[in-house]
């Protein structure tokens, strides 16, 4: 029988080290909120496929979907033949999506599909070329989301040159109550001296940052990034990717806010472990673009669609948002109770939205200085004792609780006492 240390070797050897493995610790099963590897070790999921499974592993009415799917057909390219389940998919997001207005949804694959296909209708639609976007941010991996990225180790150092006509300005902290004037006027200051507004076509932000490390957008912010829009006929584009479908108990955390973007990315629960991403907008925005501008061969399959059908009932038929409640309420409470327990001033922070939260790893609490040895340490230990957990953040020193949704208070409880005790082992 193969182990994880047989397939590690393995792993070595035949993929390259530029895909960076969180844990070698190779998957063999997984249900709800649980996973088993090659080796029978069982282990409560906290990073669900990186916040993809907001509805657990292999949920059964989503099986049950992708099982009727593979009896009738799994591929026909939308373009070519097109397929009720995808039309179905798009009027449910444009129902599900925030404002009134009437609104068009297009499918892709990945996020970072989802993202090159905003900017592409974005600068489309406005005629204009520049944008704006977030240090700290993560947009994803083909070349103009990486453009949008604000990290360069690891995501972009080497890759360049990326498309042009991309601004970084810093994303605020709530947690620092200047922040938000800052950023605004880091913005101003841009307008003012480097790209003029009416050569923006749209400004992109994660209402919370996933992989830049939990870090919530102040709703005030949110608000005023809106009405900046408005005055300068600037699209807002927000990328829902890790935030969407229930995550921060909405449906889409940028309504917390009360905003209303103009496009909206979304790809990861969306179809419950599936590749499918979307793009959803004011209709007016999404018909800029002329036929045959839009598209891809596997974009919007009809696996993934039948599959996100699925997903969608699930949340309503499960109050998902309200067991996003609880669950981030559970999680919340025990993680503040880590923070504030006399081992651990190491934990700087808890932060997040819901159920998207996480604590920040310090080693010092006065100077702020990021514990990411600790934190990788952690992430190792906690894997040994049964807890799959990510790390995030500029710093990797932010440990993510991205657990499905769906998973019992029980097992969330039995996660955070796996993570208070990777932790406690972990410390120098
Ligand atoms: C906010 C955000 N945008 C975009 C992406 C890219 O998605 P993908 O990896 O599916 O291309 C991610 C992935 O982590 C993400 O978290």
New binding site residues.
């Given amino acids: 029988m193969e182990t994880n240390v047989s397939l590690w070797a393995r792993l070595q050897a035949a993929v390259p080290r530029g895909v960076n493995i969180s844990l070698p610790v190779f998957a063999a099963f997984a249900e709800n909120a649980e996973m088993r590897d090659v080796e029978g070790r069982r282990y409560i999921d906290f990073a669900g496929g990186?916040?993809v499974l907001n509805i657990g592993h292999r949920h059964r009415r989503v099986m049950a979907a992708v099982e009727r799917q593979l009896q009738a057909f799994t591929h026909a390219c939308f373009q070519v033949t097109p397929y009720e389940s995808y039309v179905r998919l798009a009027e449910r997001l444009n129902e599900l999506a925030p404002g009134t207005a009437p609104k068009k949804t297009i499918f892709l694959t990945?996020?970072?599909?989802a993202?090159e296909n905003a900017v592409k209708i974005a600068r489309h639609a406005s005629g204009r070329p520049a944008l704006i976007a977030f240090g700290g941010a993560?947009?994803?991996?083909t070349m103009m989301?990486l453009a949008l990225t604000g990290k360069m180790n690891p995501y972009k150092a080497g890759f360049g040159p990326f498309p042009g006509d991309v601004y970084h300005v810093p994303f605020p902290n709530e947690l620092d109550a200047g922040s938000t004037a800052a950023s605004l006027r880091a913005i101003d200051e841009l307008l003012y001296s480097s790209v003029a507004p009416g050569q923006v076509c749209a400004i992109i932000i994660?209402p919370v940052q996933?992989?830049g490390g939990f870090n919530v957008a102040p709703f005030d912010f949110l608000r005023a990034l809106r009405t900046l829009c408005d005055r300068h006929g600037i699209l807002l584009i927000a990328?829902e990717?890790?935030?969407g479908f229930g995550r921060t108990r909405r449906m889409f955390a940028v309504e917390h806010s009360g905003v209303v973007p103009d496009l909206i990315?979304t790809?990861?629960s969306l179809a419950g472990g599936f590749p499918l991403?979307a793009v959803t907008g004011r209709a007016d925005v999404m018909d800029s673009v002329a036929p045959g501008g839009l598209g891809g061969t596997y974009a919007g399959n009809p696996v993934a669609c039948a599959a996100a059908l699925a997903v969608l009932d699930v949340m309503r038929d499960e109050d998902t948002l309200g067991r996003a409640e609880k669950l981030g309420a559970r999680v919340h409470e025990r993680l503040l109770a880590m923070s504030r327990d006399l081992r651990f001033p190491c934990i700087s922070t808890v932060r997040g939205l819901g159920a998207m939260l996480a604590i920040e790893l310090v080693r010092d609490r006065a100077s702020h200085e990021p514990a990411s040895d600790l934190a990788r340490k952690v992430v190792l230990r906690a894997a040994d004792l049964g807890l799959i957990i990510l790390a995030c953040g500029q710093h990797a020193n932010v440990l993510r609780v991205l657990v499905p949704l769906t998973a019992s208070l029980e097992a969330v409880d039995e996660g955070i006492s796996i993570l208070e005790r990777a932790l406690e082992e972990s410390l120098p």
């Fill in positions: 990186i916040g990945t996020g970072a599909e993202i993560f947009h994803g991996r989301a994660e996933g992989e990328d990717i890790q935030s990315a790809a990861k991403s």
